[in-house]
């Protein structure tokens, strides 16, 4: 994680972002210590990024890297606002010998984009494009990581990122909002999970589906109630943290947390 020291909405690069509603900074980084609180209370071990000047995107550490068994396929912004912060993720990994480092060749954004489901199918891969990252990171990923990937198209621009439309729920069930994927990659979806949690737009517009699982536990936004219902009728506990301050850049709980995958 790393904390919104340096937090704004100076440009708008995604639908979210409103650079004439000025961010609380103070509130944004309370409510930040509370989700890693969250986290820590849960039992979770959290790494903290120094959060860089002139990169105030920096809080959505999730779109710096990603990571599978030991080995790290880094990230390469499609917007110049953001490229800085893929060599401060970069020097996270390359400060202990225990991470493989890949650099892309390809543009990518992380966790944005990708998630690892390890018990589904042997251990697949999801991945998102359609607005961020190019479908010659998926091919580029797979060689990186040994794993294979599932191309998803995303098609409404709301929901640009692949982590704002579908997650991990455990190693092999995940929920996900339709009508953000193609037909193509709905006909996929609803084919490898068939008893996925299914969400509507109410829960997608909410940022209930950028959540973090453990896969018992679900943090999710406290905006997300309806998604709540839904996690906990699974068989899954929700745990609401509000972080109404990070939704104004577009993210919320996942954005905000890189998991490793050691």
């Known amino acids: 994680m790393c904390p919104p020291e340096h937090f704004t909405v100076e440009y708008a690069i995604n639908p979210w972002m409103d650079t004439t509603v000025a961010v609380d900074a103070a509130r ?40 599978v068994d030991g080995t790290v396929y880094g990230a390469r912004f499609l917007y110049p606002q953001r490229a800085d912060e893929a060599s401060a993720h970069q020097a996270f990994y390359d400060t202990d010998s225990a991470w493989k480092f890949v650099a892309p060749q390809h543009v990518n954004e992380g966790e944005g984009d990708f998630a690892y489901l390890p018990a589904a199918y042997g251990g ?22 040994g794993r294979p990937v599932i191309s998803l198209r995303l098609v409404d621009p709301a929901f640009y990122h692949l982590d704002t439309a579908l997650a991990a729920l455990d190693d092999r069930h995940v929920t996900y909002y339709p009508a953000a994927f193609s037909a193509a990659s709905q ?33 999710l936004n406290t905006d997300a109630v309806g998604m709540g219902h839904k996690v906990r009728d699974a068989g899954y506990q929700p745990v609401h943290v509000d ?13 905000a947390v890189a998991e490793l995958r050691a």
Request: proline share 4%; aromatic share 6%.
């Open 243 to 255: 972080l109404s301050e990070l939704k104004r850049g577009g993210g919320s709980v996942k954005c």
């Open 124 to 145: 697949i891969v999801l991945a998102g494009y359609g607005f961020r990252t190019d479908p010659a990171a998926h091919a580029e990923a797979q060689e990186v990581l």
């Open 28 to 67: 944004a980084l309370t409510q930040w210590e509370s989700l890693r609180t969250t986290l820590v209370n849960l039992g979770h071990l959290v790494h903290v990024l120094d959060a860089r000047p002139g990169l105030p995107d920096m809080v959505y550490s999730a779109n710096g890297a990603f990571s």
């Open 187 to 219: 006909r996929v979806l609803a084919q490898l999970f068939p008893d996925a949690v299914l969400a509507d737009r109410a829960d997608a517009e909410a940022f209930g589906l950028n959540l973090v699982s453990d896969g018992r536990h679900v943090i």
